[in-house]
């Protein structure tokens, strides 16, 4: 894993110059690069900040898995507020919101 260092614009507001000053990657652990502290100044509105790379890439939910979640996480919701009506209050949000909750076919 590889970290990556910045000098990046932080204060609310307008930026006076450039949003990012300075960019550097590094191995993990590594500390902040002596180039950035001597840019840096206290109260300035730049911030040294990290950002964390990943070598693998973001594992996506499938079509299905979304639409049991969404089903799954409704139903829990409406049997923890109102569980005397939860049958009929599941089914008018399943028939408000078809496309929501239902699996999406490829195209």
């Known amino acids: 894993m590889k970290w990556r260092y910045s000098l990046r614009w932080k204060r609310p507001g307008p930026c006076p110059g450039e949003p ?8 993990a652990g ?17 911030a040294v900040c990290v950002d964390f790379l990943y070598d693998r890439p973001v594992r996506r939910w499938s079509e299905e898995r979304k639409a049991a979640a969404r089903r799954r996480n409704l139903e829990r919701r409406i049997n923890r507020k109102a569980p005397l009506f939860a049958d009929e209050l599941i089914e008018r949000e399943l028939m408000a919101r078809p496309d929501y909750f239902r699996v999406k076919s490829p195209h």
Do not use: R
């Not at 990012?20 to 191995?27: G, I, K, R």
């Not at 590594?30 to 730049?46: D, I, K, R």
């Open 30 to 46: 590594q500390p902040v690069p002596e180039s950035f502290m001597s840019l840096w100044v206290a109260g300035a509105g730049y």
């Open 20 to 27: 990012e000053l300075a960019s550097e990657v590094v191995e």
